[in-house]
């Protein structure tokens, strides 16, 4: 079912006000068209897949690794859900593109109208595009899916554990609240349905897990499953998922031209694994922001091949652009790492990463090196402090050698005060061609006063 302009939308509203080229022979050119399958995890840690070092079995998702590209270093574009989002379908960080924090459902803005995605950029090419499962770019209708450059949608306008919960079909409200044991089988079951209908069409199919946010409810047929309780067995559903994502594509012959790319929108929250990384979600720590990415294409990516330079998720508009042979937009914050997936670079030539915490610049990275230079004055999903909540300027900014030192725990800005110095003045230059709400925020952090905590690891104002 396409989507629709009209439909049942004032249910939903009604509802919402109540609720407060590389190394081969074949050019891309050359080729037909690909279709593209994007596979993205919510909440899903760095250390959760058995390719990834986990003891739950993931065999489906591990398959990827075996038969395509594993990236050791790969960050989410925000170490939370909507700007995370925004970031993958735009090639642009959430502050550019509208959206620099969690959205809630009855928030009136959304993914910025003018932000070119990587459905409305295929759809001109003449590619079907589907968005299915979780969207949380905007609840108003032109910013939902349908408004934004996919054909279809079928899922969650915004998180499973938001209120009220819904489950849509492009502009129809089907059921509210939903069935959550039901949802994972159910995006399977429409991305199937939605792979059939496109057997003779170029497709970019956006599959958006709620899987594994809280709350963990497994279906019935996995529930106790693995034997490690409910975190595991979500992630066991959601291998199971994308077998059969992967078993459709095989049996029609279209995975010889199709990539398939599974990834996480950022690091695990209450539960999961960060592997050796430091922090959580919500944290810009590797932790918060370092996620799983897995890429297979036959005959375009090796078998087995691990990459160990760092790609963004900034980087799959632009590298998408590239592989379908389209006009790249302009103006992203990622690059083409096409490269990086099918030859032996390690890496590409790209500008320094940004570590945002909503318009809070907090961290800068190029190559191994990972500034800090502010933070709040308590971790995230902790109660708030008496004195509020500050985005405070680290008295001693600290560097990390971020690929020999993962989980952030040797601060070396003495021994390479060069670096420092480096990172703070490539910063100044980033921040002028920042949304003036980042320089904003910037400047209230700077002009704070603080001190040290006793830990070291958390800055505490000072009160006068």
Not at 19 to 31: E, H, K, N
Not at 74 to 103: D, E, N
Request: with cysteine; glycine share 10%.
């Amino acid at each position: 079912m396409r989507c629709t302009q009209h439909s049942h939308r004032r249910d939903f509203f009604k509802l919402l006000a109540g609720s407060a080229a590389g190394s081969f022979p074949i050019s891309l050119s050359a080729a037909a068209p690909p279709n593209i399958v994007f596979i993205l995890a919510d909440d899903l840690g760095y250390g959760d897949l058995g390719c990834y070092g986990s003891n739950v079995s993931t065999p489906n998702i591990d398959s990827l690794a075996r038969d395509g590209v594993l990236f050791r270093q790969f960050c989410a574009p925000s170490s939370v859900c909507s700007p995370s989002r925004a970031g993958f379908l735009t090639g642009r960080y959430g502050v550019r593109a509208g959206i620099p924090t969690v959205m809630n459902p009855t928030d009136t803005h959304g993914l910025g109208e003018n932000e070119t995605t990587i459905a409305g950029m295929l759809k001109k090419a003449g590619y079907r595009t589907a968005a299915i499962g979780k969207w949380h770019l905007g609840s108003q209708q032109r910013h939902m899916p349908c408004s934004r450059g996919f054909d279809e949608f079928f899922g969650l306008p915004y998180s499973n554990d938001q209120s009220p919960s819904m489950l849509m079909q492009n502009q129809d409200v089907l059921e509210s609240p939903t069935r959550q044991d039901l949802l994972t089988e159910r995006y399977t079951s429409q991305t199937i349905a939605f792979l059939r209908r496109n057997r003779s069409n170029p497709f970019f199919l956006f599959l958006s897990h709620t899987a594994p946010h809280i709350p963990l409810v497994p279906s019935r047929g996995f529930r106790g499953k693995s034997g490690l309780g409910a975190y595991a067995d979500v992630l066991q559903e959601l291998d199971w998922s994308v077998g059969e994502v992967l078993n459709e594509l095989a049996s029609s012959g279209m995975d010889r031209n199709t990539l398939v790319i599974f990834a996480s929108d950022n690091g695990p929250w209450f539960q999961g694994s960060a592997g050796r990384t430091r922090g959580r979600k919500g944290d810009t720590f590797e932790g918060g922001i370092r996620v799983p990415f897995l890429a297979r294409y036959p005959g375009r990516i090796p078998a087995g091949k691990v990459v160990n330079g760092f790609a963004s998720g900034l980087d799959l508009l632009p590298t998408v652009a590239h592989l379908a042979n389209v006009q790249i937009p302009s103006g992203l914050d990622g690059v083409d790492i096409w490269p990086m997936l099918t030859t032996d670079k390690a890496s590409v030539d790209r500008p320094e990463f940004l570590y945002f915490d909503n318009y809070h610049l907090q961290c800068v990275r190029l190559g191994k090196w990972k500034l800090h230079l502010s933070r709040y004055n308590s971790p995230a999903y902790t109660p708030e402090p008496k004195v509020g909540r500050f985005n405070l300027p680290l008295t001693n900014p600290e560097l990390y050698d971020i690929q020999s030192d993962p989980g952030e725990s040797s601060d070396i800005a003495d021994q390479h005060p060069e670096v420092v110095a480096d990172l703070r003045e490539r910063l100044q230059r980033v921040l002028a061609d920042m949304p003036q709400k980042v320089r904003d925020a910037w400047e209230d952090t700077i002009n704070r006063r603080v001190h040290q905590s006793a830990s070291g690891a958390w800055p505490v104002p000072v009160i006068e």
